[in-house]
């Protein structure tokens, strides 16, 4: 592939990359192998001196299995306790409103009506970096992440980041049934699946409000 067609290509699909919020049907299990593949091809934290295969582990949830309605039942219990949690706080300090509000009532939603992608997606997918130093586990998770999101939009399927998953790190329940231990890992998961609808497409964005250039001294003719 010449590299015009390639810039053309990758610049197509990280355009084109959205949140998907409603899925239907199934992928296949080959499908799903090559999406995830991308991932352990991200970065990730070589100087802690660990083989990624040791790093890096990914774990697959599929939909209409009892795993599935596990770990569903805890997100969906993890949602509640936060959102009461925060509910909590905001009536204690009701000045942190301005700042939390609006993610206090999605919190509210979600732990009422659940995470719709959990109950419809393919597949749940979980992404465990183990911590060392220097702690550079979550920009792993992001980079890996962000291949699998780019890597399903390339094959036309819908990808939901599930941002509840890093939280799960902490939940020995949680931790237990992918068989790692709490305090050693990172986590974060997305939902991977047909989507139902692609949602409008993204509005333009102009490199140059994004930018600023950094060039003090390089006009300065030297003595």
Sequence with gaps: METNTKISVLDEV???RRTIRSF????????????????????????????LKEV???????QNTESMKVVRDIINAQLKSGASRIGLLLK???FLRKKMQVFANRLKNLSENGIPGLTEGA???VIAE????????????????????????????????????????????????LALNQ?????????????????????DRKIENFITWIDYGSNTKSA
């Design 130 to 177: 183990k911590s060392g130093f220097p702690p550079v586990e979550k920009q792993s998770l992001s980079h890996t992440m962000e291949n699998i999101w780019l890597t399903a939009t390339a094959y036309g399927l819908g990808f939901h980041l599930v941002s509840a998953t890093s939280l799960l790190s902490k939940n020995k329940k949680f931790m237990k049934i």
């Design 14 to 16: 990280i355009r084109s």
């Design 24 to 51: 239907y049907g199934e992928i296949s299990d080959e499908t799903l192998m090559k999406i995830l593949e991308s991932g352990i091809y991200a970065p990730f934290g070589g100087a802690i001196g660990i083989p």
């Design 123 to 125: 597949f749940y997918i």
């Design 92 to 94: 204690l300090m009701p």
């Design 56 to 62: 890096r582990k990914i774990f697959i949830f599929r």
């Design 183 to 203: 305090g050693e890992w990172a986590l974060d998961g997305c939902v991977i699946g047909v989507p139902k609808c692609m949602p409008p497409p993204r509005e």
